[in-house]
């Protein structure tokens, strides 16, 4: 592949960056070295209400995994995003809001959020809701949504977001679990100009929930302007409830160590865990991370394209964007809607200068080839960011070519719900890129590669990504399960907080994510990571998205089996699929060589956050397709049957 495998930081962005390399190798040093001194006065970064005497006070030692930091320091997370920059950014913009359809729009100040989320707060005290009871919120992405967070933080209730996309069934097991007292949700929530009908869903996740059902009110916000069945002495309308309430609510007092937020997180295996995190720690990891890997300063405009019901968006839409007093954008669609322009022309109209999307959209913008920026400037864009998945170099090329005019560094930040902010990734002043290299750790992060029986390696190797010690955004606990907390990511690797993650470390110590461990094949006793297969398969022209699984093989222990999207335009045939396995071939290694190429035309089963669902495909693959197990977690359940229907496998 002709493009350079090192991109060296560019003059302008040394010259502008907040850090250079030798601020990062310094304060890298500092961080991990006297972990201690380096977050007292990092902390410092959050007002507290009582400052902190201790730090940190963190142990993973088996059978007695506890983590703390700054845990006698008081604070409140919604005073630290609003209150402490009313003096000087009261009409600030906090959110550009751009509605699912283009000119629906509304700009939000940070005086007015303020005021929205102290009413907000008051109309919950006002229905009973008390500091440690949880709430569950299902929203669309409307400014609304973040109010909600905000007021669950400012009265000290514990907030546990649910994606609008997930089913009534999905949402009501998640409200079951943490033993909601109140739901907050809309009428309906648009998106690509399709409704899903999220008060509905919620009247049918309460039914079926019957007499279990925790829920005491449902504050319900008109937003599409759908009726609704009302449930009389349990349904609130939003507006109706604000109206009746002061603009002004003090901020309860929350110790460090107090929960900030529950969001589920599906493991691979059973049902999804309640990741629980504190304020303190992680109010510091959202904002400091926020501002150095972004290289945010004072006035940026900030779009992170990610969705409030997913931890990107809790982090980096919600915590850390506004508790440094930025003005972000928050969008309401979808990337390809109403055309495949929509983000180009939604970064020319807001003037963005920051960009943090997903591997996923980017590919999807991609197999249209130029259509997606026509006619764009897009020269206020200075740092792009990637999140989510592995951004295989092809990805990674386009994105920085046709987005970034070539010279705005992209930030591939590699982390994960339970981390609770970024933790692997490049600095845009300080690190020189490789495309597909999540590069460095942050401050404060250990990485190290572990074998299968826990042995660390040193130098250039592959293996199991493991954290040798804890940072101040680390989740606390799987809500009300402790031990499987402690079962999921302490016990593999002893003293360590296993990932679940595969990576390789390259001879500069950059470290390469190479997807979940599962997800790695031995082919004749060969390793291959999946995802160096897809990106390989996604740099033929023919190729939209790929997707690699191993299945049962006789000879080789584990074949190859590939799932390819062609890209628009393009008709699938033998001589193409010939032509894909002779590509495969010639840029890897006949090793990796498919087996068996499926074309996917009607797409891949992906989660509604985007992920390709590997589990079904791998079920599909060894023909056993019988077991699926899950598959209500899906964005669109029909492509499964389609993949079924032509699998090669038989
Ligand atoms: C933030 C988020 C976490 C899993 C993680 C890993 C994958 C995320 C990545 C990445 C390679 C990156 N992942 N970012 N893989 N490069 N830059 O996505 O959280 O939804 O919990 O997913 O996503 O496999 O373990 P979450």
Same mark, same amino acid.
């Given at each position: 592949? @002709?493009?350079?495998?090192?991109?060296?930081?560019?003059?302008?962005?040394?010259?502008?960056?907040?850090i250079?390399? =030798?601020?990062?190798?310094?304060?890298y040093?500092?961080?991990?070295?006297?972990p201690?001194?380096?977050?007292?006065?990092?902390?410092?970064?959050?007002d507290?209400f009582?400052?902190?005497?201790?730090?940190? %006070?963190?142990?993973?030692?088996?059978?007695?995994?506890?983590?703390?930091?700054?845990?006698?320091?008081?604070?409140?997370?919604?005073?630290?995003?609003?209150?402490r920059?009313?003096?000087? &950014?009261?009409?600030?913009?906090?959110?550009?809001?751009?509605?699912?359809?283009?000119?629906?729009?509304?700009?939000?100040s940070?005086?007015?959020? +303020?005021?929205?989320?102290?009413?907000l707060?008051?109309?919950?005290?006002?229905?009973?809701?008390?500091?440690?009871?949880?709430?569950t919120?299902?929203?669309?992405?409307i400014?609304?949504?973040?109010?909600?967070?905000?007021?669950?933080?400012?009265?000290?209730?514990?907030?546990?977001?649910?994606?609008?996309?997930?089913s009534?069934?999905?949402?009501?097991?998640?409200?079951?679990?943490?033993d909601? &007292?109140?739901?907050?949700?809309?009428d309906q929530?648009?998106?690509?100009?399709?409704?899903t009908p999220?008060?509905?869903? @919620?009247?049918?996740?309460?039914?079926?929930?019957?007499?279990?059902?925790?829920?005491?009110?449902?504050?319900?916000?008109?937003?599409v302007?759908?009726?609704?069945?009302?449930?009389?002495?349990?349904?609130?309308w939003?507006?109706?409830?604000l109206?009746?309430?002061?603009?002004?609510c003090?901020?309860?007092?929350?110790?460090?160590?107090?929960?900030?937020?529950?969001?589920?997180?599906?493991?691979?295996?059973?049902?999804?865990?309640?990741?629980?995190?504190?304020?303190?720690?992680?109010?510091v990891?959202?904002?400091?991370?926020?501002?150095?890997?972004?290289?945010?300063?004072?006035?940026?405009?900030?779009?992170?394209?990610?969705?409030?019901?997913?931890?990107?968006?809790? @982090?980096y839409?919600?915590y /850390?964007?506004l508790?440094?007093g930025?003005?972000?954008?928050?969008?309401?669609?979808?990337?390809?809607?109403p055309?495949?322009?929509?983000?180009?022309?939604?970064?020319?109209?807001?003037?963005?200068n920051?960009?943090?999307?997903a591997p996923?959209?980017?590919r999807?913008?991609?197999?249209?080839?130029?259509?997606?920026?026509?006619?764009?400037?897009?020269?206020?864009?200075?740092?792009?960011?990637?999140? /989510?998945?592995?951004?295989?170099?092809?990805?990674?090329?386009?994105?920085?070519?046709?987005?970034?005019h070539? %010279?705005?560094?992209?930030?591939d930040?590699?982390?994960?719900?339970e981390?609770?902010?970024?933790?692997?990734?490049?600095?845009?002043?300080?690190?020189?890129?490789?495309?597909?290299?999540a590069?460095?750790?942050?401050?404060?992060?250990?990485?190290?590669?572990?074998? %299968? =029986? /826990?042995?660390?390696?040193e130098g250039?190797?592959?293996?199991?990504?493991v954290?040798?010690?804890?940072?101040?955004?680390?989740?606390?606990?799987?809500?009300?399960?402790? =031990?499987?907390?402690?079962?999921? +990511?302490?016990?593999?690797?002893q003293?360590?907080?296993?990932?679940?993650?595969?990576?390789?470390?390259?001879?500069?110590?950059y470290?390469?994510?190479?997807?979940r461990?599962?997800?790695?094949?031995?082919?004749?006793?060969h390793?291959?990571?999946t995802?160096?297969?897809?990106?390989?398969?996604?740099?033929?022209?023919a190729?939209?998205?790929?997707?690699v699984?191993?299945?049962?093989?006789?000879?080789k /222990?584990?074949?190859? +089996?590939?799932?390819?999207?062609?890209?628009?335009?393009? !008709?699938?045939s033998?001589?193409?699929?010939?032509?894909?396995?002779?590509?495969?071939?010639?840029?890897?290694?006949?090793?990796?060589?498919?087996?068996?190429?499926?074309?996917?035309?009607?797409?891949?089963?992906?989660?509604?956050?985007?992920?390709?669902?590997?589990?079904?495909l791998?079920?599909?693959?060894a %023909? !056993?397709?019988?077991?699926?197990?899950?598959?209500?977690?899906?964005a669109?359940?029909?492509?499964?049957?389609?993949?079924?229907?032509?699998?090669l496998?038989?």
């Amino acid at each position: 592949m @002709t493009q350079p495998s090192l991109y060296p930081v560019p003059a302008a962005a040394e010259a502008r960056c907040l850090i250079d390399n =030798e601020a990062y190798q310094r304060m890298y040093q500092q961080s991990v070295q006297d972990p201690q001194s380096f977050w007292a006065e990092h902390g410092k970064r959050i007002d507290w209400f009582t400052p902190y005497t201790k730090v940190k %006070n963190t142990s993973y030692q088996p059978g007695n995994i506890s983590i703390k930091w700054f845990e006698d320091g008081v604070l409140n997370a919604s005073y630290n995003c609003l209150d402490r920059h009313l003096p000087h &950014k009261a009409n600030d913009i906090a959110y550009f809001w751009e509605g699912d359809e283009p000119g629906v729009q509304k700009n939000v100040s940070y005086q007015e959020l +303020y005021e929205q989320v102290c009413q907000l707060a008051n109309g919950m005290k006002s229905l009973g809701v008390v500091k440690g009871d949880r709430v569950t919120i299902y929203m669309p992405m409307i400014p609304e949504a973040v109010v909600a967070i905000l007021a669950c933080a400012r009265i000290g209730a514990v907030h546990s977001v649910v994606f609008a996309g997930f089913s009534p069934d999905a949402l009501g097991s998640r409200i079951q679990d943490c033993d909601s &007292k109140l739901v907050i949700t809309s009428d309906q929530a648009p998106r690509g100009s399709r409704l899903t009908p999220l008060k509905d869903n @919620t009247d049918r996740a309460l039914a079926h929930l019957g007499k279990a059902s925790p829920v005491q009110h449902v504050i319900v916000v008109k937003h599409v302007g759908d009726n609704i069945d009302e449930h009389p002495g349990r349904d609130v309308w939003y507006h109706e409830l604000l109206a009746k309430q002061s603009k002004h609510c003090e901020p309860e007092p929350m110790s460090a160590e107090d929960p900030l937020f529950i969001l589920y997180t599906s493991g691979s295996t059973g049902k999804p865990k309640g990741v629980l995190h504190t304020t303190g720690g992680y109010m510091v990891w959202a904002s400091m991370t926020h501002q150095y890997v972004f290289d945010y300063h004072p006035g940026d405009i900030y779009w992170c394209a990610a969705d409030v019901g997913w931890v990107t968006g809790h @982090t980096y839409i919600v915590y /850390g964007p506004l508790a440094n007093g930025a003005s972000s954008v928050l969008f309401e669609g979808v990337p390809t809607y109403p055309s495949v322009k929509r983000m180009a022309q939604i970064i020319d109209k807001y003037q963005v200068n920051i960009l943090y999307t997903a591997p996923t959209a980017i590919r999807a913008l991609m197999a249209h080839g130029e259509a997606p920026v026509a006619g764009a400037q897009l020269n206020t864009l200075r740092t792009l960011g990637s999140v /989510g998945e592995p951004i295989n170099p092809e990805a990674w090329s386009w994105y920085h070519e046709k987005f970034g005019h070539g %010279n705005c560094p992209i930030v591939d930040t590699w982390w994960q719900t339970e981390t609770g902010g970024i933790l692997i990734t490049p600095l845009p002043g300080a690190t020189a890129l490789k495309p597909g290299s999540a590069t460095r750790p942050f401050f404060g992060v250990k990485p190290a590669i572990v074998d %299968n =029986e /826990g042995k660390q390696q040193e130098g250039a190797a592959e293996g199991n990504l493991v954290i040798l010690d804890s940072w101040p955004g680390q989740m606390r606990t799987v809500f009300g399960d402790h =031990e499987r907390f402690e079962q999921t +990511y302490f016990s593999t690797y002893q003293g360590t907080y296993f990932t679940g993650d595969g990576a390789r470390r390259d001879e500069d110590g950059y470290y390469w994510l190479t997807g979940r461990v599962d997800d790695v094949l031995n082919i004749s006793g060969h390793r291959l990571g999946t995802a160096e297969i897809e990106s390989c398969l996604v740099a033929h022209d023919a190729i939209a998205e790929a997707a690699v699984v191993g299945y049962p093989h006789d000879i080789k /222990g584990q074949g190859i +089996y590939v799932y390819v999207t062609p890209r628009v335009g393009v !008709e699938p045939s033998d001589d193409l699929t010939k032509a894909v396995r002779a590509w495969v071939r010639q840029e890897i290694s006949p090793i990796a060589s498919p087996d068996i190429i499926q074309w996917a035309p009607q797409g891949l089963p992906k989660t509604r956050s985007g992920k390709i669902m590997r589990r079904i495909l791998r079920k599909i693959a060894a %023909n !056993e397709h019988d077991q699926l197990g899950d598959i209500s977690t899906l964005a669109d359940p029909s492509v499964v049957d389609q993949l079924i229907e032509n699998r090669l496998n038989r």
